[in-house]
């Protein structure tokens, strides 16, 4: 064998939503550096970069309700310091600060040299694969989001005008199956309140049927929603068929110029029954369905990984046609509370005025955290992965439980470090749970979990 990468054997660590404000290089608790050591000894480590990477004057807010997520170009060595070297960009936060923010953010991830995909200055660009180069192969990264705003989709290039920066979308529609009763108010309601009229003009205007169904159809759009009439109650999900192929088709072009490919989807879409009956988010056990029937697809198309992100915990592992598929691998960095500055939009949210800093902000928001995140402990207990491939075929998988540090004042938490004791057992005793539906069994060996393959 002339070539190293021909044995078919590889270790990739794969971590999840990193809101990177603060260095990393000070600290040197043994848990922390034995992180560290993990991550490194890895051939490849991914991370979704959630956040825009761009100086104070670089971009304008953008419209969310959620944080301005800023990390200073300077913490991307840091980043590498810690061992990541390749990072999806598709994620709701990726439009922080506009398609100016988006550039910015791509021009500091090519100076510091991390292997990045997901947005680009049109939509091919957001599209396409990017690679890493290794001592044991070539990866291949191709990374889209669910969760997004209309206007944060990259642009399709035309012969006479430019695209627009943006993010690789995963669109997908929801729709509520309801029984005959409930339908027939529905459309009493629609019909009382001027929607029915409302969306007859519309469809005499530029909409289109498909749009907004006919009157006379088994579905009706009331307030933004679809619903079917059925026997009873469920709710579906489905992908959009545009991005659905487009993306299929990018990864079936990875899968030719590369060793390994790792697939990355951020989606805050949840599915299945603990939706009807969960109280708050870090309930929720299972992702939307569109999301497991694309992950099943980008392995059908040639993935070696499927990564998901954008929950903030833990959620299952599947293993299908032998390879690896990660609903969430939950928050990995996540110092969102130590942003620099926000804009005057934050503020006005919770009434503060012009003088308010950005702690009055995170503490009105979270009722001086007695909700949100820093309420709720499954946020901050966590984990990363490292599978290990041999001979081309996945062999183990481990999974190493983090202590992002809940309780802990605003300056200290987020951080990971490698967690043991209870924190360690309840974050592999989550895992093993949420995976076995799925038919995975996970051993907990010594305060790290394992999958044998």
């Known amino acids: 064998m002339p070539y190293e990468a021909e044995k078919g054997n590889f270790a990739l660590a794969l971590a999840g939503d990193t809101m990177l404000t603060r260095r990393l290089t000070p600290f040197r608790e043994e848990k922390f550096l034995r992180l560290r050591e993990i991550l490194r000894g890895a051939d490849a480590a991914f991370a979704n970069l959630e956040g825009t990477?761009?100086?104070?004057?670089?971009?304008?807010?953008g419209i969310t309700q959620g944080t301005f997520?800023?990390?200073?170009?300077?913490?991307?060595?840091?980043?590498?310091?810690?061992?990541?070297?390749?990072?999806?960009?598709?994620?709701?936060?990726?439009?922080?600060?506009?398609?100016?923010?988006?550039?910015?953010?791509?021009?500091?991830?090519?100076?510091?040299?991390?292997?990045?995909?997901?947005?680009?200055?049109?939509?091919?660009?957001?599209?396409?694969?990017?690679?890493?180069?290794?001592?044991?192969?070539?990866?291949?990264?191709?990374?889209?989001?669910?969760?997004f705003r209309p206007w944060?989709?990259?642009?399709?290039?035309?012969?006479?005008?430019?695209?627009?920066?943006?993010?690789?979308?995963?669109?997908?529609?929801?729709?509520?199956?309801?029984?005959?009763?409930?339908?027939?108010?529905?459309?009493?309601?629609s019909r009382e309140l001027g929607f029915a009229k409302s969306d007859e003009r519309a469809r005499k205007h530029f909409y289109s049927d498909k749009e907004i169904p006919d009157a006379k159809s088994a579905e009706l759009s009331l307030l933004g929603n679809r619903y079917l009439l059925s026997d009873g109650f469920s709710i579906e999900t489905q992908a959009?068929?545009?991005?659905?192929?487009?993306?299929?088709?990018?990864?079936?072009?990875?899968?030719?110029?590369?060793?390994?490919?790792?697939v990355s989807v951020h989606c805050h879409e949840?599915?299945?029954?603990?939706?009807?009956?969960?109280?708050?988010?870090?309930?929720?056990?299972?992702?939307?369905?569109?999301?497991?029937?694309?992950?099943?697809?980008?392995?059908?198309?040639?993935?070696?990984?499927?990564?998901?992100?954008?929950?903030?915990?833990?959620?299952?592992?599947?293993?299908?046609?032998?390879?690896?598929?990660?609903?969430?691998?939950?928050?990995?960095?996540?110092?969102?509370?130590?942003?620099?500055?926000?804009?005057?939009?934050?503020?006005?949210?919770?009434?503060?005025?012009?003088?308010a800093t950005p702690s009055d902000f995170l503490d009105a928001r979270t009722a001086g955290g007695k909700k949100g995140h820093p309420s709720d402990p499954a946020y901050w207990e966590n984990m990363f992965a490292v599978c290990k491939f041999e001979a081309k075929k996945l062999l183990e998988i481990k999974i190493f439980p983090i202590d992002q540090g809940f309780g802990k004042p605003r300056p200290q938490r987020g951080r990971p470090v490698l967690a043991d004791g209870e924190v360690a057992n309840r974050v592999i005793e989550r895992v093993t749970r949420l995976s076995r539906r799925y038919g995975t069994k996970v051993v907990n060996r010594e305060g790290v979990g394992v999958i044998e393959v």
């Open 270 to 355: 949840f599915g299945g029954a603990s939706l009807l009956t969960a109280s708050s988010r870090a309930e929720l056990e299972e992702t939307a369905d569109f999301v497991t029937k694309f992950a099943h697809q980008t392995i059908d198309e040639g993935a070696d990984v499927f990564v998901g992100h954008g929950s903030h915990f833990p959620m299952g592992i599947e293993i299908y046609q032998g390879k690896p598929i990660f609903y969430s691998v939950g928050n990995f960095v996540f110092q969102n509370e130590t942003v620099g500055f926000f804009p005057a939009d934050a503020y006005e949210r919770f009434d503060l005025d012009l003088k």
């Open 69 to 147: 997520m800023t990390t200073d170009p300077k913490l991307l060595e840091d980043l590498k310091w810690l061992g990541i070297n390749m990072v999806s960009c598709a994620n709701n936060h990726a439009f922080d600060y506009g398609e100016d923010g988006v550039l910015a953010n791509l021009r500091h991830l090519d100076a510091a040299g991390l292997a990045h995909a997901g947005t680009g200055k049109n939509l091919a660009a957001a599209r396409a694969p990017n690679y890493l180069d290794t001592p044991n192969g070539r990866v291949g990264l191709i990374a889209a989001t669910a969760t």
């Open 53 to 61: 990477v761009h100086t104070w004057d670089e971009g304008t807010p």
């Open 240 to 262: 959009n068929e545009r991005d659905l192929q487009d993306n299929l088709r990018w990864i079936r072009e990875a899968r030719r110029q590369s060793d390994w490919l790792v």
């Open 152 to 189: 944060n989709q990259a642009g399709e290039q035309r012969p006479d005008l430019r695209g627009r920066p943006g993010i690789s979308p995963l669109g997908f529609q929801t729709r509520y199956r309801v029984d005959a009763a409930a339908f027939e108010q529905l459309k009493r309601i």
